[in-house]
């Protein structure tokens, strides 16, 4: 099958890996695949993540799509402009590609294909990949909707209005992940970094934001400065912000802070990972660690409790809560031995509700409907 991902622009974030990854399946299994888009803008990480993308067989076709982060008047009218600009040069690759399936993953674009299904007749497929997304004139509704989460598939029924039978659920997943080093090798690598070697480590990947908790979560550890206890934090973004942060709550000894990089290796040398997100869709990090048998430790948000058994593979607590947070570091810091049971647990998890295979098997099921 010819596949068409329509995305507004592709940022160093889960959705951005979620679309590389259903591409790189799709691909091995035969199909081509487009993304049509702005592409990665100018930060360094999404560039990576880019060219990685095109060595896997991806074929892009750049776009004139608007990237504006400062939302304004001014902007809002700027943005109207490149997205009506962009019309007639989409519309041309799509009936140049002439695809089997289009699949929105940005529900600001569902406008072009919905021009091209008017022309055509041609169903397409939206994604969305975060609840809240406001309805305006250019998110049409599609034949069919993807839910990555149980919150969203109610979101997108009430808000979206549409019919049940148009929404499939299929949670995010990921590929499993072959960990075969040492014990001594690990130890190997947290000197290479620093880091202390009898400290229950716990890691935080993804992006350094507001939106991330990041301050939740070095506020967390400044409770817990008597606590045998060491904080990763792997990613990029608002790095002063967050050495303010670390300076202010006097934690500079807890920390250990990585530029952004393949987080496999950061995984290996943490014991347990936090997301303190205020706000996800159906985040990948989670999974990814679930899969190096590392428990998680979730804000209880949107996907936390699908991610999530408590006490069996990790912990939720309530969001933006920093002493709550604090209370669950420290009963894993005294109680170090629960660790293996909830590292295997977690593993299972991923492994029986979380897979990539099964992510592109329910899609691919989907777009046969689309045919």
Known sequence: ?????????????????????????????GNEVYILTRGPGDDLSAIKLFEKAKKSGVRFVKLPFPLYTTINLVSKIKQLFFYI??????????FKIKP???????????????IYRSLTGKKFIVTHHITGIPKHFLNRKADYAIAISRELQD????????????????????????DNMEDSDVSTLKKQYNIPLNKIVFGVVGSVSHRKGVDVIVEAFSKC???????????DGEIEWLHQLINENQ????????????????????????LASRR?????????????????????????EDQIIVGKNGYLFESENHLDLAKVI????????????????????????????????????LYQRTL
């Not at 600009?85 to 799509?94: E, I």
């Not at 089997?100 to 674009?109: L, M, R």
């Not at 400065?225 to 990613?235: D, E, R, S, T």
């Open 155 to 178: 979101f997108l029924i009430t808000s979206y209005n549409y019919d049940p039978r148009q929404v499939k659920l299929i949670f995010n997943g990921v590929r499993p992940s072959e």
């Open 1 to 29: 099958m010819k596949i068409v991902f329509l995305a507004r622009y592709l940022p160093a974030e889960g959705s951005t890996t979620h679309i590389y990854s259903v591409a790189k399946n799709l691909i091995e299994r």
């Open 251 to 274: 934690i500079n000894d807890l920390v250990t802070l990585i530029p952004f990089r393949d987080p496999k290796d950061i995984y290996r040398m943490m014991d347990v990972l936090i």
């Open 330 to 365: 420290e009963n894993i810091a005294l109680n170090p031995k629960v660790l293996n049971e909830l590292g295997e647990n977690a593993y299972q998890h991923a492994i029986n509700n979380f897979s990539e295979d099964t992510m592109i098997d329910e899609m691919l099921e």
């Open 280 to 304: 996800e869709g159906f985040p990948l990090v989670p999974l990814e660690a679930m899969m190096m048998k590392k428990p998680v430790i979730r804000s209880n948000i949107q996907g936390a």
């Open 85 to 94: 600009y962009a019309t007639p040069f989409t519309l041309y690759q799509l």
């Open 100 to 114: 089997d399936v289009i699949h929105s993953h940005y529900a600001v674009t569902t406008y072009l294909a919905a």
């Open 225 to 235: 400065k008597h606590l045998n206890v060491h904080l990763i934090i792997l990613g």
